[in-house]
């Protein structure tokens, strides 16, 4: 008998700061599911809601007043080229879309990148490539090793029914926070976007979440869904 894994939301309940995340993976009825997360402990980090415009999905200052260094914090999550979506933590977003248009790859234009510079965490770069011509999808996370060099991690996986991945920035609170350790980890994927959406949201550490995006898109048709949850609201 197979064992079944949790879901994206039993994976992260009870961790106190996932940091951000990212989940890919396909719905029980074929359906491509994503998520992005991002959590934050400074007066900086909680000042953000996630925004989109079509299929370009950004983090933006709430209180533009109160923005202090935006430098690792505002920044385009999401944008597609063709039949693929890039989805990361970071503005290496852009640096993956432009070689992609260029005719370059994924991987490649990640090997151009680092770990984020924000001492003493040095957080990791994790960012995702759904490739909907392929069916498959691909993981990176670029993370310090303690002699200071970037430990790669590139991982690609076929996309099965139920079945999906998730990677976050950090495996727990702590000063400075601890990375996230080993490959994305397998997820079960049940219930329509609402179930797989609301499921994440509640699991996030209540003190600690700021907004979550989840989109569906169905292969055989291209429709689009999106469900957006914002902490900070007006």
């Not at 079944?4 to 995340?21: D, I, L, M, S």
């Not at 693929?84 to 090997?111: C, H, K, P, S």
């Not at 080993?182 to 797989?196: M, N, Q, V, Y």
């Not at 609301?198 to 979440?209: C, P, V, Y």
Request: proline letters at 5%.
């Amino acid at each position: 008998m197979i064992e079944k894994q949790p879901t994206a939301a039993e994976r992260v309940k009870g961790n106190a700061y996932p940091g951000r995340g990212i989940a890919v993976g396909a719905s029980e009825k074929g359906e491509i599911y994503l998520a992005y997360f991002i959590m934050g402990r400074s007066e900086n980090s909680r000042n953000r809601v996630l925004a989109t415009e079509g299929d370009v999905l950004m983090t933006r200052p709430f209180d533009e007043s109160k923005v202090k260094d935006p430098s690792l914090i505002i920044y385009n999550a999401m944008r597609r080229v063709g039949d693929r979506v890039i989805l990361t933590n970071g503005d290496q977003t852009d640096t993956a879309a432009e070689a992609l248009l260029a005719g370059g790859d994924f991987f490649g234009a990640l090997r151009t990148r680092t770990y984020e510079p924000d001492d003493p965490n040095y957080t990791p770069r994790i960012s995702a490539l759904i490739d909907l011509a392929k069916g498959e999808y691909a993981m990176s996370i670029l993370r310090r090793q303690a002699s200071g060099e970037c430990e790669r991690g590139e991982y690609v996986y076929p996309f099965a029914r139920g079945v999906g991945r998730l990677i976050h920035t950090y495996s727990g609170n702590g000063d400075p926070l601890p990375s996230f350790v080993g490959e994305p980890r397998e997820i079960a994927i049940e219930g329509d976007l609402d179930a797989f959406a609301e499921s994440l949201w509640e699991a996030l550490d209540s003190e600690n979440k700021i907004a979550l995006f989840a989109r569906s898109i169905s292969p055989a048709s291209g429709k689009v869904e999106t469900r957006l949850f914002n902490k900070n609201k007006r």
